[in-house]
């Protein structure tokens, strides 16, 4: 591979880890948990605060990883629209949820999200193991997510 070809492989990959990492950050700024999350009801198995963070920035960079293995790969695949359907579920669940107050509403998104994600690792799973694999803890994450807006939304 020439140098263009290798700087522009680098310069896709760190447009993907500024996009998703950039976005999720300004998400949870702007939308972070305030006074109404503070005080619903919550089940015993919520986890605490500050472990959001540390997890969702591995988790972006799994994604942008997998976003830019799919692109390089084949920019106009179904894979990578599925890709990006499940960033902007991603990114449209926090503001549902601890700006709208509607975590009802939140587990309609984040079960399609889940959704989104099986179907991501599904695809993925013969033609790029490596994306399919990424998007594992992922699904973990968000299945556990979905269990706890899940009781969040019954509690309240």
Request: proline content about 6%; aromatic content about 14%; charged content about 10%.
């Amino acid at each position: 591979m020439g140098d263009k070809t290798q700087m522009s492989k680098l310069a896709t990959r760190l447009a993907f880890l500024l996009l998703v990492i950039g976005g999720g950050i300004t998400v949870g700024i702007l939308t972070g948990p305030g006074e109404w999350y503070a005080n619903l009801n919550k089940p015993a198995f919520n986890p605490p605060n500050w472990i959001f963070g540390p997890v969702w920035t591995v988790l972006y960079v799994l994604i942008a990883l997998a976003g830019w293995r799919t692109f390089e790969n084949n920019l106009p695949s179904l894979e990578m629209k599925i890709w990006w359907v499940q960033l902007g579920l991603n990114f449209v669940w926090s503001p549902v949820f601890f700006v709208l107050h509607q975590p009802w509403v939140a587990l309609g998104v984040i079960v399609l999200l889940l959704t989104t994600i099986i179907i991501f690792i599904r695809r993925n799973w013969v033609a790029d193991r490596v994306s399919a694999v990424a998007f594992i803890p992922y699904l973990l994450w968000v299945g556990f997510a979905s269990i706890l807006n899940l009781s969040i939304a019954v509690l309240n």
